[in-house]
């Protein structure tokens, strides 16, 4: 009888302070500090491994965080193993993007290259995952075998 009367005290107090007794669900993931914001993994045109339409092939991350991220020794790559390495001090601002392509260029703050004669990104169905310095996993993004690109 005492049992029933404090859990029935207890529920008072809790609806006269505008809450209830529900049992909190479970917490909503962070936004990872770097996205996998679009993958581009179908270029257009035909695939003949030219350098521009190897170019056109490229994965967008986007640094989510207020503050610049340094991505040295951060990685890219796909479900074969194709690997792309930041290997020295990369800086991205808050809110800032880059664009990794496949092919060779000239690295700047917004465009990087793989350095790759072969296409990486299956276009019938692929994942993109980066890691950070440590190895963890930050983010990944995975798309089918329809369309060209995807928004992640």
């Not at 392509?101 to 700047?108: A, I, M, V």
């Not at 993109?128 to 190895?135: F, K, L, Q």
Request: glycine share 10%; with cysteine.
């Amino acid at each position: 009888m005492l049992k029933k009367r404090l859990t029935g005290i207890a529920m008072a107090v809790a609806v006269a302070f505008g809450g209830s007794l529900a049992v909190a669900g479970p917490a909503q993931a962070a936004t990872p500090a770097l996205q996998i914001t679009k993958a581009y993994y179908n270029s257009p045109g035909t695939d003949n491994r030219s350098n521009s339409s190897l170019n056109a092939e490229y994965v967008k991350l986007t640094n989510r965080l207020s503050s610049t991220v340094n991505l040295k020794s951060w990685t890219l790559r796909d479900k074969s193993s194709h690997v792309y390495k930041f290997t020295s001090d990369f800086r991205l601002a808050a809110g800032a993007s880059v664009y990794l392509h496949t092919g060779k260029g000239t690295n700047t703050s917004t465009d990087r290259y793989w350095g790759s004669g072969a296409y990486i990104w299956n276009n019938t169905g692929d994942t993109a995952y980066v890691r950070n310095s440590a190895g963890t996993l930050i983010d990944s993004c995975s798309w089918g075998s329809s369309g060209s690109y995807t928004n992640c």
